[in-house]
Every structure is written in structure tokens, then in C-alpha cells.
């Protein structure tokens, strides 16, 4: 696929369509990718990438790449896609400026769960039918499933279908997939208050407040972060206490309620493994149940139920009754 | 750094009782950029304003917080003693020690430390107050009156007679609403026809008055002085402007079996109708649920005998647009459903009928021609059981009825009792009652009168089960005074079904953004001091939406309603509120959602250049606040992720404060 990418990138820059491109690059190790812009064609030839690892969601860079002259080229994965129509909706990014060449995925695999399975010394990983090669520095090669080394937010994966585009790579769209993603909430929504409260503390303890989860997110675009401006009172605040720094994380899920697409970037990145992804999970399940399934990004719709009022709204005062036994 | 005089009042004995005022004054005096703090019996008593005013000037105070009772009561009363004073009146807050604090502790201790929390709380505000100059906007010299009965014609013709021009919007084909179903009116019994009539033709010919029948409110924008609304005029496949009323139509119709909405479907009507003799405006509807040739395309015999030609079937609803400086809310009341109430049989016999159904039943413009006859047989009853309460005055918990007492029932009971004694004395009419609430001029009069002069057996207890048998209704009850039960085999059994608000007051609510209560009347602003106004400005109540009321009360109420209408018309500019949201365009993602859950549509967008931190210029797209629309909900501010909307007066970091020095 990497290579009808860059041929595509190629033909696209060539014929004046877009004068730039938004993809992945090679670092260093073959996991080691970042998303980058890439000028021409010689700049695609030598770092354009496209692996198991390129989970990177590109969305939110083109808040800023759209507000440059020119067009750029943008491969969007489905999820990014929603991401990009979520964005879209708050206008804040200019789609005329913007090409998108929607991009099929079937789950980016997570280093550090190859790691897990004892394999150290890694040089080289390659795709095989849906199995990963990963050949080590002692000359072996482990063939890995790569279900068993998905990203969480492969595994739980929502849609293959990309809500936002100009063209198809493959010509054809993927459809909604299946899923659990809000089994992991059900069981924390289930445990006694004591218990999820000791969860959640034992989680958010880890979190040592390097803003990874907030700069990759594309909910999180504010042109200043309350956290970052010092007029709102919470910017470098000294914590009275331990609880102080876990609000962070409760005020950031209250921020994204109801634009969050669910694409699992704040989990991918956070170098602690903190689950993130389910403070948001929360707030969709909540939604959906209170007010009717939705998807952020999934449509046009610019009013998200948090921001919505219907006269069959639930009334503020249905609220879950506290150790998660329904309404 | 602020210099703040703190204003602790006794309220007499009614916070003094519980608070310990002079050490509320004494601590909060220590309290820093407190300059001046003092305690007073009434603080809202002209010599307890001449204090804060006195403070004002002698200790050059640029704030004061007043611990008194709630702002709804006298925040005004202290703000305009301030600007008396030369200071800016929303550099003034109160800590409400009173509704928060004394009439709901018991304990002084707790009660003390809880108001010096509570004036805390405001100093720490008032440290970050500052000045705030109101701006006016002009007023629309129109009223809209939603809702054409005896509450939405008096309202409409006591402002139109002030001057002002007022929309009535209708949303059946006439004006009139119940009472123009009503037979007579307790307690003279002058014919309720003949007593509105007049009025219903008094507002069709009054200059001032235009009545939109057949209407619907669909949207309303706005806010006091500015209201922007768009009614649906549904199609009435009928020009209203050419049809005379003639009513050859209805006549020719071939569909006769449209249930009569006006005889409660007792009776039936044609496809094509208007609705009684009197209507206003008396023009011909089409039922597009029974015209033939809506449904099918095959008739018009109506466009055919139409002399002038004022059919037209692919008439489509309508909306217009129009301005109004105030709305009235007369959206009237209907009886309860009797689908829960099985055991009276009103489902299983014709001949069980509710209060108002027996009110058609009476009228010479009714099914019957205003001969009594039951609707099974058409026979003369003999014997009436009238029940009263149905619905009325239900336990809370109950699933069926309404926990209120509708307050009309009683005498319109003992009206129908009398009436039908009075006419015909051979009949039996008992009544059933849990109470008798007679009170009214002359109401108690006119019961004793059924009772006494036209012997009709008032019976304290309740019917416990209807079963329609053989033609007759056998009833059994129970009479509580006599301490047994009782077997009544009647011909007719009249049910005081429970009145509740009409059903398209909800909506309407919410697009009023005017409150309701549990039981979806509208609530006022004051139970006492301001019954005719909604808690939101530019919003007036009258009649039946509010709460149960007879006629009388309902006309008094309506022109009260029209006095505050009148009242708000008559000002040419009126000061706006100055605590109104901003945005900081620096800050602002531009990304709506603060548009999205503005209920007054205040915020518009504009793209804007601005010079970014590497001295390129970019466009952005932000938020701007219209302030004279904006009323200060502060919805958006809470919706803001990044904080760019604030509120003036209640901004994120004033709240802030205040919640960090009660919680210190």
C-alpha cells in the first residue's frame, strides 16, 4: 500500500492538485514513526511511510497545515476521518484546502506489546498476510499475530469506513465494525464506588502530567488551553494536594464530552498506560444511553447532545444511580 | 485593592433568630478590604439605606456586600441605594443569609457560620467586581396573545384599547375557547354565548386587534421589547379573505361523519365546517383528515356551490414573521383523560359523560338542541349521579389524576344540578363530593340555593364503581356521614373530570423559555407579588396556563396581564443587563459551540485578522456577543472548552472565588 501511496502523492503534486503532503516518516527503527509534511517527490521516495505502526492520527495537524496557502494532501485513515469531520463541524479546519485520499486500515500493532512477548533485539518487522515478521538481531525471525499485538483502539475498533473524502485509495468504502468498546466501562460502571474510586486513583497516579494525551488529541485544539493560560486560574497551579493533578484528566474528558470520536490517541500515546480512553468511553456510553445513539464525526451535525436540547431530552435529574445499576 | 462596607440586616426577628448578626458584622469586618461593616434591624428600611449610602460616602467604599435575603427580593432596592450614592450599583452584592441560611437551620451556631461563609463568599467576589453601565434597546410596540379564549380576548382587547396593536394566535379555526362551549355561567346563569359573543366580535372589529385563527407560535427569538416570532397558519384549504361564512358548504358536503370537535363529539360535523353560529372569524375550514377530496381527489362538491369561490385545495401552511415587545400566554386548560378511570365506565357507556360534555348536552346549539336526553336512547334520565373530584386531588403518588383541586368543579356541579332540577323537576340528582369549596362572591349563596330550594341530594362520600346494566347505570357508593352504602340505579352519570393545562403548553414553554411547574402550568414570578408575569422578562400569564380559575378570575387576571403589557409597551427604551457575555477573540477556537446552546441566538461569528505570536497575520473565525440581545445565561460560558466566553458580573474566575473562599 505504501508504495501506491507515494505513486498517488506523486501524480497528485505533480499535476498541481495539492502542492504538499501529509503522511507518515520513517524514523529511526521501523516503529518509529511520525507524522511529517513532505514537499516533494524525492522528500516521498526516501521517508514516506506506511506500516503497522503508522497509527499516528493526522487530523489535527491540518488545523494548521489548512490555514497555510496552498492545498495539501491528506491520507486519512478512517479513524482520522472522523476526527477530520468532527473538526470540520467547529470549523476549524478549511476543508477546500485540503485533499483527502481515504485510506483503508486493518489495525496498527502496539511495539510495546511485541515486546511483551519476550522478543528483544528487534531489527526489522515486516507484514505478511495479516502476521507480523519480526526478525531480531540474533538472525531469528518470530512470525506474530496481529490481533494479539494490536493498539487498544484497533482492537475495539468502531468503523473501517471514512466519513470524510475525496477520493478512495482502494475505490471502495469500509463499513461500521462490530464491537465491545464499552464492555471496559460497564465493568468499571459496575464495581462498588469505593472500588472504581481506588481504580481511578491507582490509574491517574501514574500520570506525570507531560500533556501528551492533550497535544495529540484532536478535541483538544483550543487556541490556548485553559491549563496553558494563566488568566484561568489553573495554569502551573501548585496542587494542594494528590487529587488536584487527577482533575486534569477529569476536566480534559468533560472538554472533548460529546466531540470525542473515540480515536484512542490520548491511550496510544500516554507513556504511563494509563487508560484514558475510557474516561471519554464513558461520557459516549452515557450519551448514547441518555440521548440516543451518536458518533462525533460520524455526520454533518454540528450539534452534539451535550450542546443539544430536544423537548424528549432526559431531564438533568436522571442520573445513574451510583455503582453503575442502570438509571 | 477594593474598599468594602459590609451591610449585615436582622430582617427583624427573622434572621437575627437564627444568625448571630453582630458576629456575622464583627468577622467579616476582619476580613481583608473590609473597611466598614455594620448591622442593622432592616436593612431595606429607608434609615437602612440612608446607612449604606452614608457608608458609602464616609468611607469612600467602592463595594458592598449586603447580607440580607435573597437577591430576588431587594438586590434592586440596595443597588439603586448605591448608585444614589455614587456607586456603580453592580459593584454591590448580596449574600443571601435569610432563604439560604436562617429559615432553613435551626442551630445558631451553624446558622452563623454558615452566613459568615455565605458574606465570605461575596467579599471575595466584590474584590474582583467591576463597574458595569447597562445599555438600552428600543421596544416593539406589538403584543402577541397566545391562545384566543375568554383570557386571550380580554387581554388582547384591554392593551388594544391602550393603543397598542395585539395578535391573537388561535390555534383552532375560532376564537371563543371553552367557555364559547359553555351553557351558563355560575353564579347569575347568564348564558355564556350571549355575555362573549360580544367580546369575540369587539376584538374582530377592533382596529388594534388581528386575530390569527388556525395559527401555531412555531419559533420564538428574542428577548423582552424584541421577541421575533414566526406562526404557522395552518391551511384551511379556505381563503380567509374571501369566504363570507355562508356556510353552504357545510351544508353540501357529502362527508358527515367528522366528529364535532366543538360538541365534543357528540354529535358530528361535515368535512367542511365552522365550528358554531357565532365563530370569529366565521369562516369555513376543510378537515383535511375527512375531506374526500384532499384524501382522494375525487369530490368538490364545496368549490362547486362556493359563490365566491374561496375554496382552494392546494393551499399549503403558511409562516409569517413577526416583531412583538411582549407575550402572553393564555393557552387555556382541558379535562383530564378518563382512560385511567375505569370504574366510573365512561369508556364502556355513552351515557356516563364529563361535566363538559353535559355542558353541550344543556345548550340549544348543542347535539341535542339543549334538550336534556341521554346519548344511548336520546330518553329523558330520570335519575343523575354527578361525581365530583375525578381526577381532582389525587394522592402524589397516584398514577391517574392530579394532585391539585380544580377549583371550578363544585359550582359548576352545583350549577348543573340546579339547571337540571330547575327544568326538570321530575328528575333525581344526587352529587357526590369529598368536599364543597364554595368560595366567591355569592358562590356559597348558589349552592345552598341547589340544595336547599331545589333539593338536590348532596351525598359526602365517593362512587366506587359504575356498571351500565340492563340500560340503567347501577352506582354504588358510599355515603360517609350516614355510615353506609348506597345502590343507585341512574339513567346518567356525570363526571367533574379534573382540568389540566392544554398540551401544547409545554412547547410552548420551552420556546418561551418561561418556567412550568410539575403539573405544566406556567409558574409566575412571584406567587404573590407578580402572578401575572413569567420568571422570563417580556413573558405574562393569563388565565387557565397559570393555574385552575373560574371566569371571573380568569378576566381579572387577563386584564392585569394586559396592565403589565401596557405598562412595558408604554416605555420607548428599556435598560438592558449589563451582565452579559464576551468573548475573547484571542481565545476563541470559533468552533460554535457556544452558538449551538445560546437560546437567544446572541452570538454570531466573524472572520478576523489577527497577528499570531510569529508576527504573520492569520485568519480566524470568533465568536461575537450581541449585547443587547444577550440576556446573561451564561450557557455558553460553560460550553466554552477554552474559556474565551465569560460573563460580565459572573465571570469563571468571580465564581471561582467565591467557591474557593467557601470552600477555604
Known amino acids: 500500500m505504501q508504495d501506491r501511496m507515494i505513486a498517488r502523492a506523486k501524480e497528485l503534486l505533480e499535476n498541481g492538485t495539492v502542492d504538499r503532503v501529509m503522511g507518515w516518516k520513517k524514523g529511526e527503527f521501523i516503529y518509529d514513526v511520525t507524522p511529517a509534511v513532505f514537499y516533494t517527490a524525492d522528500e516521498l521516495e526516501k521517508d514516506f511511510v506506511m506500516n503497522a505502526f503508522t497509527a499516528a492520527n493526522v487530523s489535527k495537524y491540518l488545523i494548521a497545515e489548512t490555514k497555510k496557502p496552498g492545498r495539501i494532501l491528506a491520507f486519512l485513515k478512517p479513524c482520522d476521518s472522523y476526527s477530520f469531520r468532527q473538526l470540520m463541524n467547529e470549523h476549524r479546519v478549511d476543508r477546500d484546502n485540503v485533499y483527502i485520499v481515504g485510506i483503508p486500515s486493518w489495525g496498527k500493532a502496539d511495539m510495546e506489546k511485541i515486546r511483551a512477548l519476550g522478543i528483544t533485539g528487534i531489527t526489522d518487522i515486516t507484514e505478511k498476510d495479516g502476521d507480523l515478521l519480526v526478525t531480531t538481531v540474533m538472525r531469528e525471525t518470530h512470525a506474530v499475530k496481529k490481533y494479539d499485538v494490536y493498539l487498544e483502539k484497533c482492537k475495539n475498533c468502531k468503523s473501517k469506513r471514512i466519513v470524510v473524502y475525496d477520493e478512495l485509495l482502494d475505490g471502495e468504502n469500509g463499513e461500521d465494525v462490530p464491537n465491545n468498546r464499552f464492555d471496559e466501562v460497564a465493568k468499571i460502571e459496575a464495581m462498588p464506588p469505593d472500588e472504581r474510586f481506588a481504580f481511578w486513583r491507582g490509574e491517574l497516579s501514574r500520570c506525570i502530567r507531560c500533556n501528551a494525551c492533550r497535544n495529540v488529541c484532536p478535541a483538544c485544539s483550543c487556541e490556548k488551553c485553559v491549563f496553558d493560560n494563566p488568566k484561568s486560574g489553573v495554569e502551573n497551579k501548585a496542587p494542594a494536594d494528590d487529587f488536584e493533578e487527577n482533575l486534569f484528566h477529569i476536566i480534559r474528558a468533560y472538554h472533548v464530552a460529546g466531540r470525542c470520536t473515540d480515536c484512542g490517541e490520548c491511550s496510544r500515546v500516554c507513556p504511563q498506560h494509563i487508560p484514558l480512553h475510557l474516561l471519554n468511553r464513558k461520557f459516549i456510553k452515557d450519551m448514547n444511553e441518555l440521548y440516543g445513539d451518536y458518533q462525533a464525526g460520524e455526520t454533518e451535525q454540528v450539534r452534539h447532545p451535550v450542546t443539544n436540547y430536544r423537548d424528549d431530552d432526559a431531564e438533568p435529574g436522571i442520573v445513574y444511580t451510583r455503582g453503575g445499576s442502570g438509571r | ?664
Not at chain 2, 345 to 366: F, H, I, K, Q, W
Not at chain 2, 378 to 395: A, E, M, W, Y
Not at chain 2, 607 to 631: G, L, Y
Request: aromatic share 8%; net charge neutral; with cysteine.
Open chain 2, 1 to 664: 485593592m477594593q474598599r468594602i462596607g459590609v451591610f449585615v440586616c436582622w430582617c427583624g426577628s427573622n434572621i437575627a433568630g437564627t444568625v448571630d448578626v453582630k458576629k456575622v458584622a464583627q468577622t467579616l469586618g476582619r476580613e481583608p478590604g473590609v473597611v466598614f461593616s455594620a448591622d442593622y434591624q432592616y436593612m431595606c428600611s429607608q434609615s437602612g439605606q440612608d446607612l449604606i449610602k452614608d457608608s458609602i460616602k464616609q468611607y469612600k467604599l467602592t463595594g458592598a456586600v449586603i447580607c440580607s435575603c435573597s437577591p430576588r427580593m431587594h438586590e434592586n432596592t440596595f443597588r439603586k441605594a448605591a448608585a444614589a450614592a455614587g456607586l456603580n450599583p453592580y459593584m454591590v452584592e448580596i449574600a443571601n443569609i435569610r432563604e439560604q441560611v436562617s429559615w432553613i437551620h435551626k442551630d445558631m451556631a451553624a446558622g452563623t457560620e454558615k452566613a459568615i461563609i455565605l458574606g465570605r463568599a461575596a467579599i471575595a467576589k466584590v474584590h474582583l467586581n467591576a463597574p458595569l453601565i447597562a445599555g438600552e434597546s428600543p421596544v416593539t410596540k406589538r403584543a402577541l396573545v397566545i391562545g384566543g379564549g375568554i383570557a386571550g380576548i380580554q387581554t388582547a382587547l384591554d392593551i388594544a384599547d391602550a393603543g397598542f396593536p395585539v395578535d391573537i394566535v388561535e390555534k383552532s379555526p375560532t376564537i371563543g375557547g371553552k367557555m364559547a362551549q359553555l351553557d351558563k355561567t355560575f353564579p347569575t346563569l347568564d348564558c355564556a354565548a350571549c355575555i362573549l359573543t360580544p367580546k369575540m366580535v369587539e376584538a374582530a372589529q377592533h382596529e388594534n386587534v388581528r386575530i390569527l385563527a388556525y395559527s401555531e407560535v412555531a419559533e420564538v427569538k428574542g428577548f423582552v421589547g424584541n421577541f421575533t416570532v414566526k406562526i404557522r397558519r395552518k391551511a384551511r384549504y379556505v381563503k380567509e379573505d374571501v369566504c363570507t361564512g355562508c356556510g353552504l358548504c357545510t351544508e353540501k358536503c357529502p362527508q358527515k361523519k367528522a366528529p364535532d370537535e366543538f360538541n365534543l363529539g357528540l354529535s358530528n360535523r361535515r368535512a367542511i365546517y365552522i365550528p358554531f353560529a357565532q365563530a370569529v372569524p366565521k369562516v369555513a375550514t376543510i378537515d383535511p383528515d375527512y375531506c374526500m377530496m384532499l384524501k382522494t381527489g375525487k369530490c368538490g362538491v364545496c368549490s362547486k356551490v362556493c359563490g365566491v369561490k374561496a375554496i382552494d385545495y392546494t393551499q399549503k401552511d403558511e409562516f409569517i414573521e413577526e416583531n412583538y415587545g411582549a407575550i402572553v400566554a393564555a393557552t387555556g386548560f382541558e379535562p383530564i383523560g378518563l382512560d385511567k378511570f375505569d370504574e366510573f365506565a365512561y369508556s364502556l357507556s355513552p351515557d356516563v359523560v364529563t361535566s363538559l360534555e353535559y355542558e353541550r348536552l344543556m345548550n340549544a346549539a348543542g347535539p341535542t338542541g339543549g334538550t336534556l336526553l341521554r346519548p344511548s336512547d336520546l330518553k329523558h334520565p330520570h335519575t343523575i349521579v354527578f361525581v365530583q373530584c375525578v381526577g381532582s386531588r389525587c394522592d402524589e403518588k397516584s398514577e391517574k389524576g392530579v394532585p391539585y383541586c380544580s377549583k371550578v368543579c363544585c359550582m359548576y356541579t352545583a350549577k348543573h344540578a340546579m339547571l337540571t332540577r330547575e327544568k326538570y323537576p321530575d328528575t333525581e340528582v344526587y352529587v357526590f363530593y369529598i368536599d364543597v369549596r364554595t368560595p366567591g362572591k355569592n358562590f356559597d349563596e348558589f349552592y345552598r340555593r341547589a340544595v336547599e330550594q331545589y333539593d338536590v341530594h348532596y351525598i359526602k362520600g365517593m362512587v366506587g364503581k359504575v356498571v351500565p346494566e340492563n340500560g340503567k347505570l347501577k352506582v354504588q357508593a358510599s355515603d360517609l356521614l350516614e355510615n353506609r352504602q348506597l345502590h343507585i340505579d341512574a339513567d346518567m352519570v356525570v363526571l367533574a373530570a379534573a382540568i389540566e393545562p392544554d398540551k401544547s403548553a409545554r412547547p410552548l414553554a420551552t420556546m418561551l423559555t418561561a418556567s412550568m411547574d410539575t403539573n405544566d402550568f406556567f409558574t409566575e414570578a412571584h406567587p404573590k407579588l407578580r402572578p401575572v408575569e413569567s420568571p422570563t422578562a417580556g413573558v405574562f400569564l393569563a388565565g387557565m396556563c397559570q393555574g385552575p380559575k373560574d371566569i371571573p378570575e380568569t378576566v381579572s387576571q387577563a386584564s392585569a396581564c394586559a396592565a403589565k403589557v401596557i405598562g412595558l409597551l408604554n416605555k420607548d427604551r428599556l435598560v438592558g443587563n449589563p451582565c452579559v457575555a464576551h468573548s475573547d477573540e484571542l481565545m476563541c477556537n470559533g468552533c460554535s459551540q457556544c452558538a449551538n446552546v445560546c437560546p437567544y441566538g446572541a452570538i454570531t461569528y466573524a472572520d478576523k485578522e489577527f497577528r499570531m505570536p510569529d508576527r504573520t497575520t492569520a485568519v480566524r473565525r470568533v465568536a461575537q456577543v450581541n449585547p443587547a440581545v444577550c440576556q446573561g445565561c451564561g450557557a455558553c460560558t460553560v460550553t466554552c472548552p477554552s474559556g474565551a466566553m465569560d460573563l460580565f458580573g459572573f465571570s469563571n474566575n468571580q465564581i471561582m472565588a467565591e467557591v474557593d473562599a467557601i470552600c477555604k
